[in-house]
C-alpha cells in the first residue's frame, strides 16, 4: 500500500471518528493482515505530512493524551459557534480553582483542598468534575476518614487540548491573575451581580447557572421597587393632603383669644 492511500485512510479515520486516535488505533483500520497493516512509524509520517498540508487553514492535526485529532482552529471558534443554538458551559470561578488545584497538586484530597482556597468545597463542585470526566477517584488516603484522593484524567487533557501534564502552564507564567479573571469571564466571588439575590449567587459560585432563574429573580426584584415606590408615592400624597387640611382649618381659627368675638354673655 503507497503512502497516499495510507493518508487517505488515516485522515478519513479521524474524519469520522470525530476524536483522538492513538497509533495503535490507526493502525486497527488497516485490518488484520501483517502485510497490509503500515508501521507505525508509516502511519506518524503520514501524520507529520497531513499536520504540514494543514497549516494556513482553517482545520489542524493537533496531538492530545489520547492520541491525534482533526480539530477547527482556536481563532475560528467565534464564527464555528454560530453551528450550534445552545450557549457553551460557563462554569464557576470555584470550580476551576477547584480543578486548577487538583491538576497541579495531584493526588490531592477535598481537605487539602479546601486548604489551599482557604474555603469548603462543595459536593456539587466534585460531582461536576467527576460527571464530566475530568478528574477521578485514585484511593484513598491512609489516615483517619480514609478521604478519597483525586486526580485528572485524559479527558480532562483532550479537553484542554494537552498532551501531558508537563504542557500546564507554569505557576510562574500566570502572574497577572486580574487578567485571567477577565480572559475567562469569571465573576467575582465577592461581588454579587446586579438584580440577583444572595443565595442565586451562592448557587452559581457551586458550580450551577441557571439563566432563566435569574432573569424571573430580576423581574422580581424590579416589580418590587416599583410597588415599593408607589406605597411611598402614596404615603406622600396623602402626607400632603393632610397638611392641606391642616392649614386651612389653622386659619379658620383666630389666632388670639381676644379675637374672640363677643357673644352678649359674661
Known amino acids: 500500500m503507497d503512502q497516499k492511500q495510507i493518508k487517505n485512510i488515516v485522515e478519513a479515520g479521524l474524519l469520522a471518528v470525530g476524536g483522538p486516535l492513538s497509533v495503535d488505533q490507526l493502525q486497527g483500520l488497516f485490518g488484520t493482515d501483517v502485510d497490509s497493516v503500515p508501521e507505525k512509524k508509516d502511519i506518524r509520517d503520514v501524520l507529520a505530512i497531513l499536520a504540514e498540508e494543514y497549516e494556513g487553514r482553517g482545520i489542524q492535526l493537533l ?6 485529532r482533526i480539530q477547527v482552529r482556536k481563532e ?3 464564527w464555528i459557534s454560530r453551528l450550534w443554538l445552545e450557549r457553551p458551559p460557563r462554569y464557576s470561578r470555584a ?4 480543578l486548577s488545584i487538583i ?7 477535598r481537605g487539602e483542598i ?3 482556597r482557604g474555603v469548603a468545597v462543595s459536593t456539587n463542585i466534585v460531582r461536576t468534575l467527576l460527571d464530566r470526566n475530568w478528574i477521578r477517584v485514585l484511593g484513598s488516603r491512609d489516615v483517619p476518614g480514609k478521604p478519597s484522593i483525586y486526580g485528572t484524567t485524559k479527558e480532562f487533557l483532550d479537553y484542554f487540548g494537552l498532551k501531558g501534564l508537563s504542557d500546564l502552564p507554569t505557576l510562574a507564567d500566570i502572574s497577572d491573575l486580574d487578567n485571567l479573571n477577565v480572559e475567562l469571564d ?6 454579587h451581580e446586579p438584580g440577583v439575590s444572595a443565595s442565586e449567587n451562592s ?10 432563574q435569574s432573569v424571573s429573580v430580576m423581574i422580581d426584584d424590579g416589580a418590587g421597587d416599583r410597588a415599593a415606590e408607589a406605597e411611598t408615592s402614596e404615603a406622600d400624597n396623602e402626607e400632603i393632603e393632610l397638611s392641606s387640611v391642616d392649614e386651612e382649618s389653622s386659619e379658620a381659627l383666630p389666632e388670639d383669644d381676644d379675637e374672640l368675638p363677643d357673644t352678649g354673655k359674661a
Not at 63 to 68: D, K, L, R, W
Open 63 to 68: 496531538e492530545v493524551a489520547s492520541g491525534f
Open 76 to 78: 475560528l471558534s467565534e
Open 95 to 98: 470550580l476551576l480553582e477547584t
Open 103 to 109: 491538576a497541579y497538586r495531584q493526588p490531592v484530597t
Open 114 to 116: 479546601e486548604d489551599v
Open 186 to 191: 469569571l465573576p467575582d466571588p465577592d461581588v
Open 203 to 212: 448557587r452559581q459560585e457551586n458550580g450551577d447557572s441557571d439563566p432563566e
